[in-house]
């Protein structure tokens, strides 16, 4: 399958209506691909969002008070690729 197919195929997915039934081969096959980190502290937290515009500001604020309470919440954000501004963008012209 190609990277295109692959791409079509889990698109498809995200405009089906009523779900897809049984995804969960889909999920445990994308945990089982590629490295991992594993962290000797629990429990790990995760914010998560397809991103884009509407949402790009709520990590900003939810990752360091998540942080400030003691709880490990790892992040990776990504620079813009479709609008004016990833969270990482807006994280380093913030922390200057």
């Not at 889909?26 to 629990?42: C, P, S, V, W, Y």
Request: aromatic fraction near 4%; proline fraction near 4%.
């Amino acid at each position: 399958m190609s990277e295109i197919e692959l791409s079509a195929y889990i698109n498809s997915l995200v405009h089906l209506q009523n779900g897809f039934a049984g995804d969960e081969w889909l999920t445990k096959a994308m945990i089982e691909t590629g490295n991992r980190i594993r962290f000797d502290t629990h429990p790990v937290m995760d914010k998560h969002s397809i991103g884009g515009v509407p949402g790009n500001k709520v990590s900003l604020l939810v990752v360091p008070i998540v942080a400030a309470a003691g709880l490990l919440i790892p992040k990776t954000s990504s620079r813009a690729i479709t609008g004016a501004g990833g969270t990482a963008d807006l994280m380093e012209i913030l922390a200057q």
